[in-house]
């Protein structure tokens, strides 16, 4: 199933290696970043595209909930067409 993640994260260096280091390391694979500044503020929205099932999911998203640099977080889920 993809996942999308949308995320209110801290501007500043590191976060974006850690969060994709814990993808890495987990052997999972990123469909799509996006990751830009809000005006203004010292935060950025960063979106995430993975392909995980429901158990990588739920490991993926105790993990965000764990650090102190991402504010806030929404998910949605699509299931991937079966290509004939």
Known sequence: MTK?????????VGVL??????????GWNLDR???????GTRTSTMMLELNLNSLEAR??????????FIFEVQT???AKEEEE
């Open 4 to 12: 999308t993640y949308t995320m209110i994260v801290k501007d500043s």
């Open 17 to 26: 290696d850690r969060i994709t280091g814990f993808i890495r390391r987990n």
């Open 33 to 39: 970043i996006n990751v830009e500044p809000l005006p």
């Open 59 to 68: 490991k993926f998203e105790q993990r965000l909930y764990e650090w102190n």
């Open 76 to 78: 949605s889920a699509e």
